[in-house]
């Protein structure tokens, strides 16, 4: 039975690639959909900005007629750039257990990456660091973020025996919220306050989030430069961004470190009611119902994801998440919130990690990111 690879070009071709893990996912209680809205305008050259940079190609695979795999190509010319290498990425990667299939899937992006002058090719990635990135390699039975990508036990398996290697792996940890503020946690935030003269923004509306959108994403440029792949946000990213989550941030769950002198951004904390379970009720549409899941999901509240963690390199090491857990950790007992769970660090940032040591984290999910070198 030969397998065949289909480019996918027309408007009908994307549907089935976006909603083809729906079907390798069926009644998996662990797979956290994405929202096909969001899909579609990400992997749209004419709405997403990355595409400024980027280059992408999709494919699908079909046996018998049947589809049975997906794959993204994407060459980020400004990460190439930055860190001096010339590789292509794979993402959206999905397949039955066949390794023929697997095969032809990397290989068609292989080819691609070869013809485009790459000499490693490695993922899953995407676009940017704002998708979803990594293959789970432990933590099959653990319910993701909808941040975050699922896959079957047998994908790395089947990877691995293509010569990818491993090149770097990202954690998640889930820590359970106290019923009180630890006493430590706050003496640290008065203190750091006071030496560093600093404080949390108040203003946390989101007039005045969209007024220091600039700020906010200037932060992350700065304290993300040095992580895996990462390339600076664009302009119109930025834009982008700011005008697709501004919005929706809940202040309770979001807080921000500033100078008290020159009312600068030093810090942000950026987590975000869980909707993992709202997605998979939604069937990854907002209508006719999906938006009543999502909306129940915003509005009772036992888990959040800690979306991100940013410090200015410039600030670091200074204490400054102290005060940004003391504001988050108040608004979590208040609010009722009974757990959190961090989105995926990199496993040798250590100043990341180690933030949550005295909160009794559970690692309970690890992802990596393949490389193979191009013949």
Not at 133 to 154: C, I, K, P, R, S
Not at 225 to 232: C, T
Not at 253 to 280: C, Q, R
């Amino acid at each position: 039975m030969s397998i065949e690879i289909k480019e996918i070009i027309s408007k009908s071709d994307f549907k089935k690639f976006i909603r083809f893990p729906y079907k390798l996912y069926k009644n998996n209680p662990f797979w956290v959909p994405s929202l096909d809205m969001d899909e579609m305008n990400n992997l749209a050259k004419d709405k997403n900005p990355a595409f400024e940079f980027c280059e992408a190609r999709y494919w699908i695979a079909l046996k018998d007629g049947e589809e049975v795999g997906r794959i993204a190509g994407i060459i980020n010319h400004r990460a190439n750039e930055c860190w001096k290498e010339n590789r292509i990425r794979f993402g959206w990667i999905d397949f039955i257990n066949d390794q023929n299939v697997a095969n032809a899937l990397l290989e068609t992006v292989e080819k691609w990456g070869k013809e485009k002058g790459c000499e490693e090719i490695h993922g899953p990635l995407g676009f940017t660091d704002m998708d979803r990135e990594g293959m789970l390699v432990f933590g099959f039975n653990e319910l993701g973020t909808y941040a975050t990508n699922y896959n079957h036990d047998y994908y790395p398996v089947l990877l691995e025996k293509l010569d990818f290697e491993k090149d770097t792996d990202w954690l998640q940890f889930e820590y359970q919220v106290p019923k009180e503020e630890p006493e430590k946690l706050r003496k640290i935030a008065e203190m750091v306050a006071k030496r560093y003269k600093v404080h949390t923004l108040k203003d946390k509306s989101t007039k005045n989030l969209k007024a220091n959108a600039n700020q906010i994403f200037n932060v992350l440029n700065q304290s993300f430069m040095p992580l895996y792949g990462f390339a600076p946000l664009s302009e119109k990213q930025i834009q982008l961004f700011t005008k697709q989550y501004i919005s929706y941030i809940k202040p309770d769950y979001v807080s921000f470190v500033m100078n008290d002198e020159t009312n600068e951004m030093l810090g942000l904390g950026i987590t975000i009611p869980s909707i993992s379970i709202a997605t998979k009720k939604a069937n990854g549409k907002l209508l006719p119902f999906g938006w009543y899941h999502l909306l129940k999901a915003m509005s009772n509240v036992k888990t959040v994801d800690m979306n991100l963690i940013a410090i200015r390199p410039d600030w670091q090491n200074k204490g400054l998440n102290a005060l940004m857990f003391d504001e988050l950790m108040r608004n979590y007992i208040k609010n009722g919130v009974e757990k959190t769970i961090q989105n995926p660090v990199l496993e040798t940032n250590n100043k990341n990690i180690d933030i949550w040591k005295d909160y009794n984290p559970r690692q309970h999910i690890r992802r990596r990111c393949y490389i193979k070198k191009i013949d």
